[in-house]
């Protein structure tokens, strides 16, 4: 057996969800006069990528430490969505289930392409990686619990549509943007798409059903699109956690393996050597642009 990362690199300048720490770093030995060296570490748990647990958001939930491993390690099905949603846009159950076959109890990985625009790209940009993604509605969530999943993984900022967030009052040039969009393709307001019975649904209507979700994943997951895999997120064992950085991976066979590091070696590579395809930024921004124009 092999493993695919699917985890973004972290480091100093990789963003956190917008308004929670960063990750500062500092030395407090070195190897001249202390034999050793030695850090020290600052950070939110939403930074990298992380998995938000249940008491993120929901008080009597369970903190990370009380994660089972076959919960965190189980078959998944893995979507790409980035030929059919550009910035603002809202994704569907109706639009996996077209694409990947979706069994009860998956894990559930949605490429949205958004990763493309992280930090560690030659495309990053990261408001457009925060706050333009694409998100679902409540017939997702509701899909989500029918389906019985186990988690949920993106590639993006968020879990939740960046406009069902309060990144829609602190961002009101992009609010206005996606005002458009929603007037547009939604036949209304984004105030009323989004309204307060729907605020934030994928964390606060999901966590109190054990739905939770990991964010910013991305790595290697180019080369693992529309198929179903075993998937693994490894947190630590934090108690009382309410989320957790950790390393996101897939598990193939060794005759696979060598069939995707073939196709790795095809691709163009980020500056941390994990391959990515440019197909997937140039239709988001074909479908960005129509949305926007």
Not at 66 to 89: I, K, P, Q, R
Not at 118 to 142: I, Q
Not at 198 to 226: N, S, V
């Amino acid at each position: 057996m092999k493993f695919l990362d699917l985890t973004i690199p972290l480091g100093v300048a990789t963003p956190p969800w917008p308004t929670y720490e960063p990750l500062q770093l500092k030395y407090f030995k070195r190897l001249a006069p202390n034999g050793a060296n030695g850090q020290v570490l600052t950070h939110s748990n939403h930074l990298g990528t992380h998995l938000d647990g249940e008491i993120h958001f929901h008080t009597p939930g369970k903190d990370i430490a009380s994660l089972d491993m076959d919960f965190l390690v189980h078959e998944a099905a893995v979507v790409d969505l980035s030929d059919t949603c550009g910035d603002y846009d809202v994704y569907t159950s109706k639009m996996v289930e077209e694409r990947v076959e979706v069994r009860e109890g998956d894990i559930l990985i949605i490429h949205t392409g958004y990763h493309h625009f992280g930090w560690d790209m030659p495309t990053a940009d990261e408001v457009r990686y925060m706050v333009k993604h694409p998100g679902p509605d409540r017939e997702f969530a509701e899909w989500s619990k029918e389906k019985k999943l186990r988690w949920i993984g993106v590639d993006c900022g968020s879990a939740d549509h960046p406009m069902n967030t309060i990144i829609r009052d602190w961002m009101p040039r992009q609010a206005r943007q996606a005002d458009k969009v929603f007037k547009k393709k939604y036949g209304m307001p984004l105030a009323d798409y989004f309204d307060d019975s729907k605020y934030q649904l994928m964390h606060l209507e999901m966590f109190p059903y054990g739905i939770i979700h990991a964010e910013c994943i991305g790595g290697e997951i180019d080369l693992l699109l529309d198929r179903r895999v075993t998937i693994g997120f490894f947190p630590w064992r934090f108690v009382d956690g309410e989320s957790c950085i950790g390393r996101c991976v897939a598990m193939v066979d060794d005759v696979e393996y060598n069939t995707l590091m073939a196709n790795k070696a095809a691709l163009s590579k980020t500056r941390f050597g994990d391959a990515y395809n440019p197909e997937h930024t140039e239709s988001i921004n074909k479908l960005s642009q129509m949305n926007l124009s």
